[in-house]
């Protein structure tokens, strides 16, 4: 089971980076790759807090807020404040494991935590399939809405690579709760200390 956690990351200056997120408490700061990168449990920390704290720096900003039930939302800042969210389910199962028939859903309630309402004409096209495919359909939507929040944001600049890492876990991706997350992270330029982060996860 992934742990519940807040994770918020910027690429401002360090310094000022620090300065934003000071007075936060249970916050671990620390640069990561190209990024400054803070952390804490998702309980000790308010993320609207995170999410204000990150307003107040230039450039493009990320928060990403694991619910310790298989699922990640992920919120993404532009340079002028603007705020897009989605989420990643983890869709991705073992091949033993059967697809939950109520997948959509409970996608959907999940999407709708953050006014992100999945696409009525394509549900009810995908609730005419198997589970199986229709998760599999559920995957390439849900890595063609992450790549354009990452694309509009200015975080990436080709989305075609974020919406193949999305819709394709590899095999220890199926088996881990957190499915394609570490690998994005590190996609995007996160280096030695999510490094770490990601190796407990897995090990957890």
């Known amino acids: 089971m992934a742990k519940s ?9 360090p310094s000022a980076f620090a300065a934003a997120m000071a007075g936060q408490d249970d916050l671990v700061v620390a640069p990561s790759g190209r990024w400054m990168l803070a952390s804490a449990p998702l309980w000790a920390v308010d993320g609207d807090a995170l999410d ?3 307003a107040t720096l230039p450039g493009p900003g990320l928060r990403v807020s ?8 992920i919120g ?32 959907a309630r ?8 999945l696409p009525a004409d394509r549900v009810a096209r995908w609730l005419t399939h198997p589970p199986a495919i229709a998760a599999r359909a559920l995957a390439f939507w849900q890595a063609d809405a992450l790549a354009g ?15 193949a890492l999305a819709s394709a876990p590899d095999a220890s ?17 996160f280096a030695a200390p999510f490094d770490a982060w990601r190796a407990s996860q897995l090990a957890s």
């Open 76 to 107: 993404a800042r532009d340079t002028a404040g603007r705020l897009a969210w989605c989420a990643l389910e983890r869709l991705g199962r073992p091949p033993a494991e059967p697809v939950d028939p109520d997948l959509l859903d409970i996608a």
């Open 52 to 54: 204000r704290a990150l």
């Open 5 to 13: 956690l807040h994770l918020a990351a910027s690429l401002a200056d």
């Open 66 to 73: 694991i619910d310790g039930d298989a699922r990640a939302y």
């Open 173 to 189: 991706e199926l088996q881990s709760d957190l499915g394609i997350l570490p690998r994005l992270m590190l996609h995007l330029g």
């Open 110 to 117: 999940h999407y709708a935590v953050f006014g992100l309402p």
């Open 149 to 163: 929040v990452l694309a509009r944001t200015g975080i990436v600049t080709d989305a075609t690579g974020i919406r």
